[in-house]
């Protein structure tokens, strides 16, 4: 009988310690729970996701009903997992007294020397509330760990916990537990592209992306930082400058860049590559909460897609907040979008005999972007066999006055011969075209030619051919006039 009063005061004792050991940030209670649990009696455990929940509310297992103004977002599909620690029977008072020294370690459950193996492992994601509900639970210990946190830049996932069914608590027994397990998210930053320096296929963009690092614990240290930028088929990658704050960092000292795919030719479209851009130990010693990290990452216009929109986006590194090898798409962090894509259309001019049609080649034109010829040229280009000029990917440009910004769907043009197909007179009009994003289904214009003058020929007709003959009369009365002089001078003779 004294056995059996000294096992339950022992229970008590620890029922009520264990409480902080949980890594639920529980409260510990002033008294501990009173009679024996009910330990035939099916629990639950209730994840509640939230955005940073510093609510300053006390976390005892029940449900907050009075959540705060600012409670933050509810996160939805972030995935937690649930297991039980095997080994552990809360019939006996001394496995009561492991549970409180509990911890997890890269997949080892240990309390002091002692390890536990865990069981079968059970998953769900948390719905659009924010919440998940792991239902009809066997009295013990559960291992909770967060995993894939979706779409949501976490940069921190809440650290792995243990829930006892029943959980000790003010006097009672809890069977459905409650918990907020505490998570630190990044802001998504920006990406804004500056194309005022491109204007055709081959040319460079700069894409300006920043974002603010977010704070992390007083004890934590920044372990990785940077951004991943999966780069659209169209673009290539050229080189990447780094900012952090006001100081500019140094590449392969402060920071390095991996590029998959690196020998992409400048005209390939088929192949994507990977910038996974990261700071190093020089680097992340020099990072503070609240600082702005900027990267100037420029690119090369590879080609024209059929719409003409080359879409750009790229996803912050904060620490946890790393794309997860083999994650379904769709299931990982999204990335951030820039704020517009390049927009970039073709010219296509037919070359054509003013008189009879027929196709011209050898013809030079260069295109300018502004809509009378003038300012610098942007390219030229050489009618083909079949009278063909092919501008490809002229880039169009931000269209002005927008905000937040957009970029044109059309812009004017104007092109001008510059060489003359041999035989044929040059063409000096200046002529403007409107050139649509994608590629160009049909020649936009149409400029014809016409042929030189040729030497002049001997006339063989007309007045010429009347003096000759005129001539000709002359020549044979002159000799008909001698001949009747010759005979008259011999008949004299005679």
């Known amino acids: 009988m004294q056995l059996k009063k000294r096992m339950r005061a022992v229970v008590a004792v620890?029922?009520?310690s264990m409480i902080g050991a949980m890594g639920l940030g529980f409260g510990a209670s002033a008294n501990a729970a009173t009679g024996n649990p009910d330990l035939t009696k099916k629990g639950s455990i209730t994840v509640h996701k939230y955005e940073n929940p510093a609510w300053g509310k006390t976390a005892d297992g029940?449900?907050?009903?009075?959540?705060?103004?600012?409670?933050?977002?509810?996160?939805?599909?972030?995935?937690?997992?649930?297991?039980?620690?095997?080994?552990?029977?809360?019939?006996?008072?001394?496995?009561?007294?492991y549970i409180k020294d509990l911890a997890y370690n890269n997949g080892n459950v240990t309390s002091g020397s002692k390890n536990f193996t865990l069981g079968t492992e059970k998953s769900q994601k948390t719905d659009n509330k924010g919440v998940t509900k792991f239902d009809d639970l066997a009295a013990g210990?559960?291992?909770?760990?967060?995993?894939?946190?979706?779409?949501?830049?976490?940069?921190k996932k809440a650290q792995p916990f243990f829930v006892s069914i029943p959980l000790p608590t003010d006097n009672e027994w809890l069977y459905d537990v409650h918990a907020y397990p505490k998570n630190t998210v990044s802001d998504k930053g920006k990406k804004i592209l500056d194309d005022s320096k491109a204007f055709k296929v081959g040319d460079n963009t700069d894409w300006n992306i920043s974002y603010t690092v977010p704070a992390i614990g007083a004890k934590e240290t920044y372990t990785k930082l940077g951004i991943d930028d999966s780069l659209n088929a169209y673009l290539k990658y050229v080189s990447a400058e780094v900012t952090l704050g006001d100081e500019k960092l140094v590449e392969n000292t402060d920071y390095t860049v991996t590029v998959s795919n690196n020998t992409k030719a400048?005209?390939?479209?088929?192949?994507?590559?990977?910038?996974?851009?990261?700071?190093?130990?020089?680097?992340?010693?020099k990072v503070a909460a609240k600082k702005v990290l900027n990267v100037k990452l420029t690119t090369k216009i590879t080609g024209l897609p059929a719409d003409g929109a080359i879409k750009n986006s790229f996803l912050p590194i904060v620490n946890d907040l790393t794309p997860t090898p083999g994650v379904t798409p769709g299931d990982e962090p999204t990335p951030t979008p820039g704020d517009r894509p390049v927009k970039v259309g073709d010219l296509w001019l037919q070359k054509k005999d003013g008189a009879n049609k027929q196709a011209l080649e050898g013809a030079e034109f260069t295109v300018y972007g502004s809509t009378d010829c003038s300012g610098d040229a942007i390219d030229t280009k050489a009618s083909d066999s079949t009278g063909k000029v092919y501008f490809e990917g002229l880039v169009l440009g931000k269209k002005p006055n927008t905000e937040p910004a957009e970029s044109n769907t059309e812009k004017v043009f104007?092109?001008?011969?510059?060489?003359?197909?041999?035989?044929?007179?040059?063409?000096?009009?200046?002529?403007?075209?409107?050139?649509?994003?994608?590629?160009?289904?049909?020649?936009?214009?149409?400029?014809?030619?016409?042929?030189?003058t040729g030497p002049n020929l001997p006339l063989t007709g007309g007045t010429g051919q009347m003096l000759l003959t005129l001539g000709g009369v002359a020549v044979l009365a002159a000799a008909g006039g001698l001949t009747v002089k010759q005979v008259r001078r011999s008949r004299q003779s005679a």
């Open 14 to 16: 620890f029922a009520a």
């Open 62 to 97: 029940r449900e907050i009903t009075d959540k705060p103004a600012n409670a933050g977002k509810a996160l939805d599909g972030v995935e937690f997992k649930i297991q039980p620690v095997n080994g552990l029977d809360l019939n006996k008072a001394e496995d009561w007294a």
């Open 141 to 155: 210990v559960y291992l909770v760990t967060e995993g894939n946190t979706g779409t949501h830049n976490v940069t």
């Open 266 to 285: 400048d005209n390939d479209t088929s192949l994507t590559q990977k910038v996974e851009l990261r700071l190093n130990e020089t680097g992340l010693a």
């Open 414 to 452: 104007s092109i001008k011969e510059t060489k003359a197909p041999a035989g044929y007179v040059l063409n000096t009009e200046c002529k403007t075209v409107t050139v649509k994003a994608g590629k160009a289904a049909e020649a936009q214009l149409s400029i014809d030619n016409t042929k030189q």
